[in-house]
């Protein structure tokens, strides 16, 4: 094969539109079954909304919940293909979860390594806020659901006016579908509509009918609702948050563990536990 038919892994080169000459903010989303990775640059000029920004580009790839041997590769390529160097970011954004633990903690991993490496702040998003984006501007309420495995989702309700406003109607949690759904209905005012969207909401049969990308995280919103925070301070890096994992309930392993030894201590510890709590 002639060199000049090789084909890049990288992928290749693109040219975006001209745009904005700020800073770039890099997001990614990791905590679902699809790993995320987005460019934003902004204007020079803070403040400006995101439809004065330029998205230059955004990947997602299937990879399950193993994405330790795939997050650097696939922000490698994405610079690239961008024409950029890692030292050219100003920001990295970081959805927080809740979501797969392994995914959460390799995204927020990741994020720290080329936060010090690069001497540039990373700003972190919860997952299920950044979910909401995706329908932003519709009337009710926006309830995002992540599957959580064994029965249950990670759910939230919001209203979305537009895009990067949030107002948090019922709070994060991790409980089986129907809870959630009996939660969302209380909270709806008087024939609210109410949107549903997300793996878990595919899972468990509730989904809207919406676009399918929809249902997959994304770290273009995680992104922007970084960057748009990022700004709100004047681009104050020492006011991001702490880069804290949003689980809300215990790992699979952890309550694997729990169950494991509840089944050894038998009934006898059980009844013997049960007698000490009445004596206290």
Not at 166 to 181: G, I, K, Q
Request: aromatic share 4%; charged share 20%.
């Amino acid at each position: 094969m002639s060199p000049a038919a090789r084909v890049n892994p990288r992928g290749r080169r693109v040219r975006g539109p001209a745009g904005p000459d700020g800073p770039w903010v890099l997001g990614l989303e990791t905590g679902g079954d699809e790993l995320s990775a987005a460019l934003w640059r902004l204007p020079t000029e803070v403040g400006r909304p995101v439809s004065a920004w330029r998205l230059a580009e955004e990947v997602t790839t299937q990879r399950g919940h193993k994405h330790a041997d795939s997050v650097l590769l696939l922000v490698d390529q994405l610079l690239w293909r961008q024409g950029l160097a890692p030292k050219d970011l100003a920001l990295i954004a970081a959805g927080r979860g809740p979501g797969g633990f392994t995914g959460v903690r390799v995204g927020l991993s990741t994020a720290l390594g080329l936060s010090l490496g690069l001497g540039v702040p990373v700003w972190t998003v919860p997952s299920l806020d950044a979910l909401a984006q995706h329908a932003a501007g519709r009337d009710g309420l926006v309830v995002p659901l992540i599957d959580a495995r064994r029965g249950e989702v990670f759910g939230a309700a919001y209203r979305v006016p537009a895009y990067g406003e949030l107002e948090l109607v019922l709070a994060p949690r991790a409980a089986t579908c129907d809870s959630v759904l009996s939660a969302v209905r209380e909270a709806a005012r008087e024939g609210e509509s109410v949107t549903f969207l997300g793996s878990g909401a595919v899972v468990h049969g509730v989904a809207s009918d919406v676009p399918p990308t929809w249902h997959r995280g994304a770290a273009t919103h995680v992104a922007a609702l970084a960057g748009l925070a990022w700004d709100a301070h004047r681009r104050d890096g020492a006011m991001a948050p702490p880069v804290d994992p949003a689980y809300l309930r215990a790992s699979d392993a952890e309550i694997d563990a729990d169950r494991k030894a509840a089944a050894e201590s038998g009934p006898e510890s059980e009844s013997g536990s049960e007698g000490a709590n009445h004596g206290e």
